[in-house]
């Protein structure tokens, strides 16, 4: 069990987006086959080595194992999180209260059109939702069967890591959004977007949409030229 832990975690450092434990038990495999590692494993041990790392990855807690974005990964430890944004004092600004209404809206009515988002909001979104394509927190997901074939939005990989869901059914819903007093110190950490959500309307539903969207399918649909605001 230590050197799957071991070989686990370095898997963890080195993959760029989260592993999912069938993604780790087939890539062993595959090395064993190629004389690369010593033993098959399957899911029920890859499983429990997850388990184990939970408990601690570094000896001094700096490092952490989290389940995002429906797979693990090996993240800084969320306290430490200020002094860790210094290494990037460049980095893209934060994003709006604006820009997480949108991103909320998309997140519970997913797929949802442009027109579905700026009835909530009563405003335009175009530029909004541009920004967030930009920066791959939406993504396009197809067109609606209606008249013009708006195109669809929903939310990608990089949302459910940058708020630390596992997958979409980990949002809350907006009857527990309503009870959820959130501090500055959890806002830090993502938790802004859920309290967008309220303030966005009471016209979204109240269970998140999660059959609608599948929040870790392949994203290779391509940014359209034309902006949001002039769907085909």
């Avoid at 303030?199 to 902006?227: F, R």
Wanted: charged letters at 30%; hydrophobic letters at 45%; glycine letters at 6%.
């Amino acid at each position: 069990m230590d050197a799957l832990c071991r070989l686990i975690e370095a898997l963890l450092l080195a993959a760029e987006h989260p592993l999912t434990s069938t993604a780790v038990v087939e890539l062993i495999n595959a090395a064993v086959d190629e004389e690369e590692w010593p033993a098959r494993v399957d899911l029920a041990q890859v499983e429990a080595a997850f388990v184990a790392l939970a408990g601690g990855v570094s000896r001094f807690g700096g490092i952490e194992r989290a389940e995002v974005g429906g797979g693990y990964r090996l993240r800084t430890a969320a306290d430490l999180a200020p002094m860790v944004r210094r290494l990037w004092p460049d980095r893209p600004s934060r994003l709006s209260g604006a820009a997480l209404e949108v991103l909320a809206i998309v997140a519970y009515r997913q797929p949802c059109t442009k027109t579905d988002v700026e009835e909530i909001r009563g405003v335009d979104c175009g530029g909004v939702m541009r920004s967030l394509l930009e920066r791959r927190l939406i993504r396009i997901v197809g067109k609606k069967d209606e008249l013009g074939r708006p195109l669809l939005y929903g939310t990608t990989v990089e949302f459910l890591e940058t708020f630390s869901l596992p997958d979409l059914r980990a949002l809350p819903t907006l009857r527990e959004l309503e009870a959820l007093q959130v501090e500055e110190a959890a806002r830090d950490k993502g938790d802004r977007i859920l309290e967008a959500a309220v303030s966005a309307g009471e016209q979204l539903t109240l269970e998140p949409e999660v059959a609608q969207a599948d929040p870790v399918a392949s994203e290779t649909e391509s940014v359209p030229d034309s902006p949001p605001d002039s769907e085909p």
